[in-house]
């Protein structure tokens, strides 16, 4: 029986990730941890019954802790509760599906702990690469993506030789406003932008998508998972959403990883550490798929992937602030106060007025993520 720790285990990933534990049965979850969704948490609770839950709202937690009094469930909260559940002892595995930043020091607290990793949470490398990378090294730690970009680029890498990477071919669905210009996306609603063509995910990367900085994400997170510069990382728009990812080697063949746009294939390849098992679920049908299509992606009018590239290059504390800048300009979106455009407008604010840290530590990082905030509220609050 493999022992798991769930970050996020209420978000789409986490669901789904007890879907495959459900249906498996040989994974026991010991710990989940959750924001403020109570009541599906309590639920997973007593379905699992995991040793420890935690809630990172202080007054939710208090909450369900009365619900769960009928129970050995341990209820925690806040940080100190994510990296109480993060190091538990008797865990194998940390998955990381929680949003945003609030995901490096668990993270990292698990990797010291000698857990191997799940990693759903891509901010964790891109503001903290040069730190988690050389740690999970120094552990013995090994990380399995479980982005469904990064996951196929894992698969194809499988039994190759990492150093004859020729360049790495990032799939994109170029999400919904695909070929619209900046004009036609002056007016677009959050509605809208929750459409996205192929994949059902939680409200903030859905967003992200149709901004194209998810992308640019990734492509940060894959420099770190890959150890390739960003000069051998492109992005294809590949509006299918079928082949997932590419690896081209020094000799010129392409290897690609191909599927149905479905989280549950990459989350389980990470859980099992690359063995292949059943999972139900619809199949690719070629014939009724006709064609698969590519395109280049358009920086100009989706300026959040050309700044995600500027970040990258300038590494240090950058990245950060483009990721800070993002969640807060993304949240100001969901909540409707903010137009659609403004959140690479605003990424590209916090960029410029940044004065780059060149090798940050954890406390740095998290003061330039507060500063970015700090900035961005003083500029764009009206």
Known sequence: MKHIVILGSTGS?????LEIVRYHKDIQPVALAAGRNITLLEAQAREFLPRLVCVWDEKKAEELALSLRDTPVKVVSGMEGLLEAAVMEEADMVVTAVVGMIGIRPTIAAIRAGKDIALANKETLVTAGHLIMPMAKEKGVKIYPVDSEHSAIFQSLKGEDPLRISRILLTASGGPF????REQMKNVKVEDALKHPNWSMGKK???DSATMV???????EARWLFDV????????????????????????G??????TPD????IQYALYEKERRDLPGSRLDFAALGKITFEAPDPENFKGLALAYQAGRAGGSVPTVFNAANEWAVSRFLDHKTGFLDITDMIEEAMAAHHKIPHPSVEEILDSEAATYELLESRWND
């Open 254 to 259: 392409i290897i690609a990883q191909l599927g």
């Open 205 to 207: 990367i859905t967003i």
């Open 263 to 266: 989280m549950k294939l990459p």
């Open 214 to 220: 998810n992308k640019g994400l990734e492509v940060m």
């Open 13 to 17: 990933i986490g669901t789904q990730t």
């Open 178 to 181: 695909r070929g619209w210009t």
């Open 229 to 252: 510069d960003f000069d051998r990382i492109e992005v294809v728009i590949q509006p299918q959403s079928v082949i997932h990812s590419m690896v081209e080697f020094v000799d010129g």
